[in-house]
């Protein structure tokens, strides 16, 4: 199950609600949903790999992937949080393959530098989840005390690779964020597998947000109708006593904001990470994305500069992560630009 809804306002002025970054080319020539797709082909065909989008965005997605079966493509008809899109994927699939079948949950907006090593971690994950009759959580090794994750805390071990969950922590300040990385907690991914039948199991005994909606079985607008919007993680993981994580260090990163592309595309000497037709000089540690024109750096550094089609966004790293005031604050011929 791919996740690729939303619009990734973070992304502004690139990505737009016609053109989300799940369907932008931000880390290398292919748009991160292709990316997404391929890196999982090899564990998982097309035929049984379903992709959850706006209703807006089917047509973009489906010229994306034209050897996804129609009927894989599933249009959410509102927003309604992970936990409802999770079952809803959850009980297709245990339509298709029974309750036993194995399902596993992505995003279509990260970077991951190590497939193989990401895809070991999934068969493993599918492993646990099969013999413990649990919900999987991958957890990944932190690299650095980053606040704008949420954590993991491992409790005891179960068996050769999983741990119980002692806690999921929300999104830390920096102090916290390195006791947490010293105690040895994980990164929280929004990797998932489990199997179907256990996971609608722990839906209908702790997710009253959702659980109702199950009674509409196959009508897709009737169940969407009758949820209420609920985090997976809060809705269902932090109410369950099955949840199990396993390590994972693949060089995961979650393409959140454009100071993410510092550490997913190839810096040149000075650090600078480039899309497009880009000059610098005496500049360090920029991230820049040209489309259509030429952006020339002259000593400066940390800045964030995108241009496209006749708009020009410069900001710092530091502040790319909160754009959400700037845009609100924007005349709709700007803000609105497809």
Known sequence: MILAGGIGSRFWPLSTPQRPK???????????????????????????????TNA???????????????????????????????????????????????????HADWAIAEPEAFRR????????????????????????????????????????HAFRV??????????????MVREGYLWNSGIFVWRVGDFLEEVRAHTPEVAPALAAGADRERFFAGVRPVSVDVGVLERSDRV?????????????????????????????????????????????HAEGNAVILYGVSDLVVVARDGLTLVTTVDRCADLKSLIESLPPELRERP
């Open 244 to 288: 199990l994580v396993i390590p994972g260090d693949f060089g995961w990163d979650d393409v959140g904001t454009w100071a993410a592309l510092r550490r997913v595309r190839t810096p040149d000497a000075s650090g600078n990470a480039a899309s497009g037709t880009v000059y610098a000089l005496e500049a360090t540690g920029n991230v820049v």
């Open 121 to 160: 971690a999934l068969r493993t994950a599918a492993d646990v989840a099969e013999k413990e009759g649990a919900l999987v959580t991958v957890g990944i090794v932190p690299t650095r005390p980053d606040p704008g994750f949420g954590y993991i805390q491992r409790a005891e071990r179960v068996g050769e």
């Open 22 to 52: 799940q369907l932008l080319p931000l880390v290398g020539e292919a748009p991160l949903l292709s990316d997404t797709l391929e890196r999982l082909r090899p564990l998982v065909p097309p035929e049984r790999t379903l992709v959850l």
């Open 56 to 106: 807006s965005l089917v047509g973009p997605v489906a010229a994306l992937a034209p050897d996804l079966p129609p009927q894989n493509l599933v249009a959410e008809p509102k927003p309604a949080g992970t936990a409802a899109a999770l079952a809803w994927a959850a009980s297709e699939i245990e339509r298709r393959d029974g309750p036993d079948g194995i399902m596993t949950s992505v």
């Open 166 to 179: 002692a806690r999921f922590a929300e999104k830390p300040d920096r102090p916290t964020a390195e006791r």
